[in-house]
């Protein structure tokens, strides 16, 4: 099975552009007669929804954020009536209320044949087996891969996350060949396969599924190796509509936008200008159906870049690179902007130490410092202080010359970092701003 549905995966771009457009414009119609917000944002720059003919008039429109969102809370920017809701959603931030959001049944459908064809292009078929190991709940990564596999005529295996003893038993007893988790849960189920003596071959399983938290490409390769199966990148987020917005195919050259859905932009994250194919900056979507909560020109706060080149796949949907974090979790040490993907790439390359990391960062005199507490592969040994202290210098200089910053590394016991069954938290922030 090569697509889940080929006519509108593969659609021309011409074809494309004019569905965009069409799409576009009733999206504005339906927010500006419905959405009390938008109506005002529109009404201030003296936009009315006729002046948007067409997908190239998008930067007209003005953008929404996360804090419209909650200044909306929960359910003032529905678009639909109340009655037409069916389900609802929420994401928290680090900070503030929780961002609510709202399906119609269209909602749901039109999510749930994103979620099969992102399977599908992951090689999952109507013969899956597929271990849903997201959370459920308000969390939309549990309930949005189990609607995507029952679309796809596969079986949906709705585990959630947690009792991991309890989804290596499942997951061999049903043969699962599809497991959806975060990535740093796929690396827990990984280390726990081996304390209960289980061996990758025991298990049937071919394709991961993992998203919902920025990884880089050596933790790629080290789920790959230890679990034995491709692990495929998967991006989305609630506000759009949950997982299911972008998904690499098997080429692995980007995430492919289901943007006959959800049409992306790249701007500078400070002057909020476009920016061209290639340019990296902030990801932002129009969505170009939805019903219950649509959104015009929503900044995700996700840094990346998009790609327009043909892919060999045939899709037709524009391709994002992998997610080089948030643009609110990038961390600014002495000015130096970092995320915490370039420091896990440094450290993945290295053979010694394990997976596991936790960056802290702390004040001192004026002046900031990092420490990043790493954990030593299973069977490397403390005892040969030498070879400790040769490691932790090499990794010390690595991470200097990958960002310029020096950091205090400090290696610590197997097992002795805390394990993350959803999205991990690798940063703790003692400065006082
Ligand atoms: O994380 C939806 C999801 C569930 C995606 C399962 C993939 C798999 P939220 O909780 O609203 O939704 O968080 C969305 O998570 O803006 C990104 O910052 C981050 N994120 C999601 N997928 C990826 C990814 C779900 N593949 C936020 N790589 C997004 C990097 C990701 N970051």
Redesign the pocket.
């Known amino acids: 099975m090569e697509y889940y549905n080929k006519e509108m995966e593969c659609m021309s771009l011409s074809d494309k552009k004019e569905l965009q457009s069409k799409r576009l414009i009733d999206t504005v119609q339906k927010v500006y007669d419905n959405v009390k917000t938008y109506r005002e944002k529109m009404d201030k720059i003296g936009l009315k929804p006729s002046d948007i003919k067409g997908i190239d008039d998008i930067h007209k429109l003005p953008f929404t954020t996360k804090q419209d969102l909650r200044d909306n809370y929960p359910f003032g920017m529905f678009a639909a009536d109340k009655r037409d809701i069916i389900r609802v959603h929420a994401?928290s931030g680090t900070t503030g209320k929780l961002?609510v959001v709202g399906y119609t049944q269209y909602d749901i459908d039109m999510w749930a044949e994103c979620c099969a064809r992102a399977l599908v292009s992951a090689g999952a078929t109507h013969d899956s087996v597929v271990h849903i190991a997201?959370g459920y709940g308000l969390?939309?990564?549990g309930l949005?891969?189990h609607y995507g596999a029952e679309r796809l005529g596969a079986i949906a295996v709705p585990v959630s996350s947690g009792n991991t003893a309890r989804q290596l038993q499942l997951m061999k007893d049903f043969e699962a060949d599809v497991l959806?988790c975060?990535p740093s849960y796929a690396i827990y189920i990984a280390e726990e396969m081996k304390k209960y003596g289980i061996k990758p071959e025991d298990m049937s399983l071919k394709y991961g599924?993992?998203?919902?938290?920025?990884?880089s490409k050596e933790m790629r390769d080290e789920i790959e190796d230890k679990l034995k199966l491709k692990a495929f990148?998967?991006?989305?987020?609630?506000?759009i509509t949950?997982?299911?917005?972008?998904i690499e195919c098997k080429y692995q050259c980007g995430?492919h936008i289901q943007d006959d859905f959800f049409y992306p932009e790249i701007v500078d994250e400070h002057t909020l200008e476009p920016l061209g194919y290639g340019k990296r900056g902030e990801l932002v979507f129009t969505t170009l159906t939805k019903e219950g909560i649509p959104l015009i020109r929503y900044r995700?706060?996700?840094i990346t870049a998009l790609n327009n080149s043909p892919c060999k796949c045939g899709r037709t949907g524009i391709r994002i690179d992998?997610?080089a974090?948030?643009s609110d979790?990038m961390l600014i040490i002495r000015g130096v902007n970092v995320f915490p993907s370039q420091i896990e790439s440094v450290l993945l390359k290295e053979k010694e130490i394990a997976p596991h990391y936790h960056i802290t960062l702390d004040r001192v005199n004026n002046l900031d410092t990092m420490r990043i507490d790493i954990e030593l592969a299973e069977g490397v040994a403390f005892d040969e202080v030498k070879k400790v202290e040769s490691l932790t210098k090499r990794i010390a200089n690595e991470i200097n010359s990958a960002i310029g910053l020096n950091a205090e590394i400090r290696l610590v016991s197997s097992g002795s970092i805390e394990r993350s069954m959803g999205?991990a938290k690798r940063v703790t922030d003692n400065r006082k701003f």
């Open positions: 994401s961002t997201y969390f939309t990564g949005g891969m959806c975060t599924i993992f998203g919902a938290e920025p990884w990148d998967i991006y989305g987020l609630s506000e949950g997982p299911g917005v972008a995430s995700t706060r996700d992998r997610i974090g948030r979790d999205k």
